[in-house]
Structure formats: C-alpha cells, structure tokens
C-alpha cells in the first residue's frame, strides 16, 4: 500500500488525483480544448444535449445567453464537429446496414415459395410470408420518414 504525503491518504488518492489532472475522460480522442469547462460543453454539444444543458453540466452556473456566445465559439464548434465525426460514420454504416437487411427481407419475403414435400420435390403449392413482409415494408417506412402522425 502507497502512501503519498502530497495527496493524503490512500482512500483519497484517486480523487484528488482525477481533480488535479482536470483532463476530462473523453479528451483523449482528437484534441481537446485548452480550458476544461470548454471541452467538458463541447462534448455535452456532441452527445445531443441542449445548449443551456451542456453549459450547466460542464459546471458553469445556467445563463442562457452566456451558453449562446460560447456555442458560437469557432474553436469549440471544431472541437463538437470533431468529436461528432467517428460516430456520424458508424450511425451512416449501421443504417445502411439495417435498409438493405430490410430490403432483402421484403424481397424473400414476396417471392412464392414452393411448398416441397418430404423427399424436396414441389407440392404445386406456395407460401406466402405476407406479415413478414409488410413488417419489413413498415420498418422501412418508419426508418426513411415515409409516416407522420396526423393532427387530431
């Protein structure tokens, strides 16, 4: 067991080691701002929340027009667009992904497949996976926009 006089006690240790560091833990990616309560907004910025929410999670006291001049920051609009970029791509790839599995899916799924018998010779019958296919279509249409709700 290390015991450090310059940070206290062991049960301290990490803590105060963390608070002196001041790096933030997402800062390792790209290059993060030079003041903490800057990157600490950015990555609030880039993780969705709202302006007035990521200024007061990155410890300033709520101030909405405060919140509004430093969003316009150049430097700190850099910083989210960097941090945005690696998981912009893979949302792109995952989407993709799941609309062609989606159209593939409609595809089979519309297509009359012959019923075999025990020994793989067809019966003259086909099946039709008609709920499956219009699940699929349905996804589909959600995922591109294609259904909005109407007014009451």
Not at 40 to 69: D, E, H, M, V
Request: hydrophobic fraction near 40%.
């Amino acid at each position: 067991m290390l015991l450090d006089q310059t940070f206290g006690t062991p049960a301290t240790l990490p803590i105060r080691l963390a608070y002196v560091s001041r790096q933030p833990p997402h800062a390792l990616l790209g290059h993060p701002l030079p003041k903490n309560k800057h990157e600490l907004f950015a990555q609030g910025l880039a993780k969705g929340l709202g302006i007035g929410a990521a200024y007061k999670a990155a410890g300033y006291k709520p101030s909405p027009a405060a919140a509004t001049r430093l969003s316009k920051n150049v430097k700190l609009q850099e910083r989210v667009a960097e941090l945005q970029a690696p998981s912009a791509e893979r949302a792109t790839v995952t989407r993709q992904w799941m609309l062609e599995r989606l159209k593939q899916n409609v595809e089979r799924c519309v297509q009359a497949t012959p019923v075999l018998d025990h020994e793989g010779n067809p019966t003259g019958k086909y099946k039709f996976a008609g709920n499956a296919a219009n699940k699929a279509l349905e996804l589909l249409g959600k995922a591109l926009g294609m259904f909005t709700k109407r007014g009451a």
